[in-house]
């Protein structure tokens, strides 16, 4: 029962992690590579509050607020460039914050954070928690898609260039993607360090970036069904099979490929066309 | 007469190249100014200066009295520029009525958290339909950009440039591309929009249409002005006529 509890909670923080890339990503068309500094930002935020003391319910917030911040930063700077400038400079970010957390003996440096506490909920409230966290972040991504903010945001995605011309301020928009995303980001750290309880810099490093990235593009830029599918997916299999956490690279690597190559909506395109072959079929 | 746009010695260097050289002009409410000029005579650099794209190393731009120089795009669309393109640029993963109604909606697009408390498009989608059918694609309005010919799209071109409810409305070269009975009746439409509250500059290489329908032009050539006033006098002027059509020399 503890192992079926894990791995839903893993799910659930993944779909977490997931919607929250989606936002920038998905809805924004702003691609990047390095959301797993989020993650980092705010699992160590968490982790200091709950080992000074504060039960986890409470530092959730302040984590998320943390990634929030530094994401409007990074946001700040990423309005300057576009396309694969953003990716490299995204890039950039993620191996900056692994990078300035070896140096940190604070964060535990080279070695992390061990002996995490234990939410005082234990592993059923944990799982709870996450679902809830996830549920309530994916109705706010519905709510800000069906929205004029949504509408606004299929529009710089679509074309930057023409959305300023159709009054958009397209600037504060990215931000405001980039500042919901990397919050989002920090939950769903906040809860992945009391999940596995132990934090390091690996645990935020590139791959988890283009782990991240391939449960969206797999799911379906900007769908959120697809997105969580994906996800849910994606988090579980290595839990499943071992052999896929060994190679994890290189299946999400020939995954990212197959989905550019053959359904660049990913999941959500395929069923889209499926559904139109049926209702012409009919 | 008021003036809706005054643009006053704009000058813009690329690197070495002087591009735009002491433009000078100024549209009234209600006006319809045509702007010509052989190719490469720096009228799509000018427009960028006006919609503020590309910023001028000299000279300024003001809008119903305002100097709006400095000013980024948004800014300028929202206090009532708006501009069709050349290069016709819909939103591809939107239907017509939805790239329309976006713009229609734009004042709710001045603050993203004022945008994420708002779902209700009925209004707006009421609203483009109406502007479609003006332009004369009300019968497609639930098309994809991809499924239309470019005749249909540069008429979306100005359908959603309306919606954006413009004082100055530009319009880069909208004619072009278009056959001889599409250009006529996009000049008719063109023609028809100058209005109380509403003056249009025109920038277009047709020029039986410009001279058709544009009481006053503004001529431009290595990116220098040539001429500026009413039409007869502007075409009548051997300078005019040797810069652009090459004659009359």
Redesign the interface.
Known sequence: MIYEMVVVTNMAIAILFALSLNVITGFCGQVSLGHAAFLGIGAYTSTLLTKSGLPLTAALVPAALMAGTVGFFVGLAALRVRHDFLAITTMGVGFLFVGIVRKQDALGGEIGIAGIPAPDFGRPGLLVLSIVCAVAFGAFTVMLKRSWAGFAFNAIADDEDTARLLGIDVPKFKLWAFVIGTAGAGLAGALYAHQIRYIGPDSFGFVESITVLAMVIVGGIGSIWGVVVAAALLSALPQWFQFVENYKLLLYGLLLFTTMRFAPGGLASIVDRFKNRSARGS | MSQRLSVQDIGVRFGGVQAVDGARFEVGDNELLGVIGPNGAGKTTLLRVI?G?VTPSEGSVALDGADVTNW???KR??NGL??A?QIV??????TLI?NVA??V?????????K?????D?APERERALDLLGQVGLSEVSDKWPEELPLGYLKRLEVA?ALA?EPRLLLLDEPLAGLNQAEAHAMANLIASLPGPGLSVVLIEHNLGEVTRICPRLYVQNNGRPLAFGPTAEVMARADVRAAYLGAGK
């Not at chain 2, 640029?89 to 939107?94: E, H, M, T, W, Y």
């Not at chain 2, 909606?105 to 958290?113: A, C, D, E, F």
């Not at chain 2, 945008?115 to 779902?119: E, I, M, Q, T, V």
């Open positions: 919609t794209v980024p795009t948004a669309i929202q708006a501009l393109q640029a819909p939103l591809r993963a939107l939805d976006l713009a909606g734009h004042k709710h697009l001045m603050s993203p958290i945008a994420a408390l708002r779902f498009r959603r954006l």
